[in-house]
């Protein structure tokens, strides 16, 4: 299996970036973790991170192409704004499960829509960094 965990604008800023919603730990410990993760169930995983909706597009499509079989996405703001992150996903039709670090449907009205949500087998919020562990456990799971 292979699986590409892709993570949206200021998520490099992890253990940064507003600990309340979203924890002390920091992206690059985060993505040691899943790859740790992967290597003990025997699955291959890219991590990417990005600021630029481009080149999270290009991502999703690079996936195509290279066989990955699964997406775990947190798009962070990018969520809540992109047609473009939708219709790449759409487009691919690789299961993907959306994950936010933080319980966004208490917060701002703004955070409570979801435009990759409908190209998502299933929607992961509020459960801090494992939420990203859980979403490779769905994915592993639909792959069987
Ligand atoms: C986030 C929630 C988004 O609203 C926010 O813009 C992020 C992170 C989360 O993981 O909780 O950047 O996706």
Redesign the pocket.
């Known amino acids: 299996m292979k699986l590409l965990v892709l993570n949206?604008?200021?998520?490099n800023m992890l253990g940064i970036r507003e600990p309340g919603?979203?924890g002390s730990e920091s992206y690059s410990s985060l993505v040691e973790r899943i790859g740790e993760y992967c290597k003990e169930r025997n699955i291959e995983v890219e991590c990417y991170q990005s600021n630029h909706e481009g080149a999270l597009v290009d991502k999703i499509q690079e996936a195509y192409f290279t066989g990955v079989n699964g997406i775990v996405f947190?798009?962070?703001?990018y969520?809540?704004t992109s047609v473009a992150l939708l219709d790449a996903l759409k487009s691919v039709s690789i299961p993907c499960v959306e994950?936010?670090?933080?319980k966004?449907e208490e917060?701002e009205s703004f955070?409570q829509v979801s435009f990759v949500r409908t190209a998502c087998i299933e929607t992961i919020?509020g459960h801090g960094l494992n939420g990203y562990f859980e979403a490779i456990d769905i994915l592993e799971k639909e792959q069987k």
């Open positions: 949206g604008p200021n998520l919603h979203y947190n798009p962070g703001a969520t809540h994950v936010h670090i933080s966004v917060r955070r919020t």
